[in-house]
């Protein structure tokens, strides 16, 4: 098995339909297909359960789907030790999937321009870890969202947002100037997320509702299941979807977070540019 291919499998596996995967990984559908095809070839089993609605995992694509992961994490930490030792002008960056945030565009272009020389290394992650990788030593910062477990973590404030319920457009609520957080059908992320950012999101206590991992899943569900889901003001969203502010929510706090004590000064040059860039 190639970590190539395993990463094709993850996005599928997360995604749940080929072509959004494709899109995902900046590859056309055709060759992914054919990738997984060759992967269940080699494992001797079907991944996935294939259906006019779509794709879903089979048991052993569960099971690999864990172990995958997990050999991807590895051959990241991997790099990025190998890289300290040989003390290539490296930054690797954690982002959470927010990729509409402006202020990451405006950052991006800066630090370019003063840093010309360093080979930066973005790794996106999804919602059910908001250190982006920064405790697993997958990265060097992190350019997220609080409130999460910042033990042993050095936090930036760069920038809070208001917070607003994503609502389908035709939901009554969503002609509303304003909510109050309501008791209605939500979302939940997988065991084992940082329950400070379970809290959170989930408005200070337990929710029922489907399980998501990523933006866009937490967007379909809100379209498909009429869940209530929240996300920071001034983003864009489909045209089916609407943002109300509430006004019971804690702002968002965008952050900029690296490990206690790490004395490495691109990640110092990272955090006063951070600053400067998101203070505009």
Excluded at 4 to 25: C, I, M, N, P, S
Excluded at 77 to 97: D, N
Excluded at 148 to 177: I, K
Excluded at 179 to 203: C, E, H, I, V
């Amino acid at each position: 098995m190639e970590l190539r291919t395993l990463r094709y499998f993850v996005a599928v596996a997360e995604e749940l339909h080929f072509g959004r995967a494709a899109t995902r990984l900046h590859m056309s559908q055709p060759p992914l297909s054919r990738a997984i095809k060759q992967l269940e070839t080699e494992v001797g089993a079907l991944l996935f359960a294939r259906s006019p609605a779509g794709v879903t995992l089979t048991p052993v694509g569960a099971v690999l789907l864990d172990e995958a992961r997990a050999l991807l994490d590895q051959a990241d930490r991997v790099r990025v030790r190998v890289a300290a030792v040989a003390g290539a002008a490296t930054l690797t960056i954690g982002i959470l999937g927010d990729g509409t945030d402006p202020g990451i565009t405006r950052l991006a272009a800066v630090f370019r321009r003063s840093h010309p020389g360093v080979d930066i290394r973005i790794r996106d992650t999804d919602l059910t870890d908001p250190t982006c990788g920064l405790r697993a030593g997958l990265v060097d910062v992190a350019l997220t969202r609080a409130p999460f477990d910042d033990t042993a973590l050095t936090v930036r404030e760069l920038r809070t947002d208001p917070v607003g319920a994503v609502l389908r457009a035709d939901d009554p609520l969503a002609r509303r100037d304003h909510l109050k957080l309501a008791d209605r059908r939500w979302f939940q992320f997988p065991q084992g997320t940082d329950p400070a950012w379970q809290s959170y999101w989930n408005g200070g206590k337990p929710r029922e509702g489907p399980v998501v991992r990523v933006v866009q899943e937490c967007l379909q569900a809100v379209l498909w299941n009429s869940t209530v889901g929240l996300a920071p003001l001034g983003h864009d969203l489909p045209e089916t979807l609407a943002a109300v502010p509430l006004v019971d929510m804690a702002p968002s706090r965008v952050v900029a977070v690296f490990n206690d004590g790490d004395t490495n000064p691109l990640i110092r040059s990272f955090i006063e540019i951070a600053g400067a860039v998101y203070r505009r």
